[in-house]
């Protein structure tokens, strides 16, 4: 099946500082999707994607759909102490179909 | 819009006993349900594929048996674990799509965490 692999698996970092993390693919989707989970709680929705080399942001988030639809990244500038949680990228393959998790990005920002 | 609701948010059961755990679709028609589970500092991992109507898709290795999955409307899936055991703790999260606008991404419920004394 299709794999998603997801990096780095966990990031410390100070408050203010920016962060990066990325997704790759051996195959193609048609939406990149960004997710943040919070413990105890199901993910919530940061960012879609559904155009290939599409940039998208919200709020101090950034993120973009490679051009070839097999990679994604995530940037979030001037952290907080609220980033933190885990970062899941999702791949779909069409509209409605299921989706390809990454492995997540654990996120800890000191104050 | 495209939210998503899943009750219980916790429950604890013994060993043995049934637990039904529910996912509502609050303002639009859910035609496919996903149920998926998760362990501790893991990602999320695919049960099943819930289309109204008609019989679950269960990944491979998931028991059907042992996860039973009910979408008998538009707008709620239900799944039962059967005679649970403590290694079925675990937090299970459901999502939904359906008479979603084109390009209207996939939201989640909120979680079941689920413990098995």
């Known amino acids: 099946g299709q794999q998603l692999n997801q990096s780095p698996q966990s990031m410390f970092i100070q408050e203010g500082e920016d962060v990066s993390m990325n997704c790759t693919s051996s195959s193609i989707f048609n939406t990149w999707l960004w997710y943040k989970q919070d413990p105890g709680e199901g993910p919530v929705l940061l960012i879609a994607?559904?155009?290939?080399?599409e940039l998208t942001s919200n709020g101090r988030l950034t993120a973009q759909f490679g051009i070839t639809r097999k990679d994604s990244f995530l940037n979030i500038s001037a952290s907080i102490p609220s980033d933190v949680g885990i970062y899941f990228c999702a791949g779909e393959e069409t509209s409605g179909s299921r989706l390809t998790f990454g492995e997540g990005t654990q996120l800890t920002v000191n104050p | 819009g495209a939210v998503v609701s899943q009750h219980p948010s916790r429950v604890i059961c013994k060993s043995g006993t049934s637990v039904k755990i529910e996912c509502r679709s609050l303002?639009?028609?859910?035609?496919?349900m996903f149920w998926y589970r998760q362990f501790p500092k893991k990602s999320l991992m695919l049960m099943a594929t819930?289309?109204?109507?008609?019989?679950?898709?269960?990944e491979q290795g998931v028991e059907k048996d042992k996860f039973l999955i009910n979408h008998a409307s538009l707008t709620l899936s239900t799944l039962t674990v059967t005679s649970a055991h403590p290694e079925d703790s675990s937090f299970y999260i459901c999502s939904a799509t359906g008479d979603r606008e084109e390009n209207s991404p996939l939201h989640f419920g909120n979680g079941t965490r689920l413990t098995v004394t």
């Open positions: 994607l559904y155009k290939a080399g």
């Open positions: 819930s289309n109204e109507g008609s019989k679950a898709t269960y």
């Open positions: 303002d639009f028609q859910a035609t496919t």
